[in-house]
């Protein structure tokens, strides 16, 4: 069974920065292996693709609504994987879940994956 487990939610004002972690576990994973994804909900809207990273090529991708603002990168021997986000503006409060997937690269079109975490609040005031 795989694990992940979310942090670096909080709550921030308009025009500052959060670090979100995902730190991964289980008995057969392997981050290297693994394409990894960020989404998020906000109340009363759908879930939302916000950035991912492949495993094979590394390449990343980002919603357009966050290109710019944020970086997603992992750390292979720490079995973690982050967001960093910057000029965070009040549109950008929900729940952030990190997800992982060994087949499917997680992209802006992926709607769904393998693995996911419990979730981490963001909250932007203005």
């Known amino acids: 069974q795989v694990q992940l487990v979310e942090s670096g939610g909080g709550l921030v004002q308009a025009g500052g920065s959060l670090s979100l972690s995902c730190a991964a576990s289980?008995?057969?994973?392997?981050?290297?292996?693994?394409?990894w994804g960020w989404f998020r909900q906000a109340p009363g809207k759908e879930r939302e693709f916000v950035a991912g990273?492949?495993?094979?090529?590394?390449?990343?991708y980002y919603a357009d609504s966050v290109k710019g603002r944020s970086t997603i990168s992992r750390d292979n021997a720490k079995n973690t994987v982050y967001l960093q986000m910057n000029s965070l503006k009040p549109e950008d409060t929900a729940v952030y879940y990190c997800?992982?997937?060994?087949?499917?690269?997680?992209?802006?079109?992926?709607?769904?994956?393998?693995?996911w975490g419990q979730g981490t609040q963001v909250t932007v005031s203005s």
């Open positions: 990273i492949s495993w094979f090529s590394r390449s990343t």
């Open positions: 289980g008995r057969t994973l392997n981050i290297y292996n693994m394409n």
């Open positions: 997800a992982a997937d060994g087949a499917t690269i997680i992209r802006p079109t992926t709607t769904n994956a393998r693995y």
